[in-house]
């Protein structure tokens, strides 16, 4: 279900590919201690109902963890399953992405949803990242 590449590392990745996405869904799971990193949380719910059991899963197995999610870019297959886990996990997950990257995330023509024939873009809030924010403990 997951994979522990090392101590403060685990990946999930599902194969659910799409013209995007190449072999699928490749999320990770990143630090020490109780408090985790979810980095990249997959793209249309519809498509990541696999990955959210395998994420359930890691969870149950460390039930001490919780978790913030983490945007890289605001291309579709990489923020559009935060709405899933939002609803699976719970709204209070926080949302980390770079201020750099709103329009993108937040504009269907721009995040790559349109080239697909969908129009669904982040409009909600999130918490602005910059370089050296966060440091893996």
């Known amino acids: 279900a997951w994979m522990h590449l090392t101590d403060f590392i685990t990946h999930i990745q599902v194969a659910n590919p799409n013209q995007f996405s190449l072999c699928g869904t490749n999320c990770f799971i990143l630090g020490r201690g109780p408090l985790k990193t979810l980095v990249d949380p997959g793209d249309f719910p519809e498509r990541n109902q696999e990955f959210l059991g395998r994420l359930s899963s890691y969870l149950d197995a460390n039930a001490n963890v919780a978790i913030n999610d983490l945007v890289t870019h605001g291309h579709f297959d990489h923020f559009l399953g935060i709405y899933e886990i939002w609803d699976t996990f719970g709204k209070d997950l926080p949302l980390y992405l770079n201020p750099e990257e709103e329009k993108l995330i937040s504009t269907s023509s721009w995040n790559g949803c349109d080239m697909i024939g969908d129009e ?12 050296g924010d966060i440091t893996i403990k």
Do not use: D, P
């Not at 669904?120 to 370089?131: H, I």
């Open 120 to 131: 669904r873009s982040y409009k909600g809030s999130f918490n602005a990242l910059n370089e």
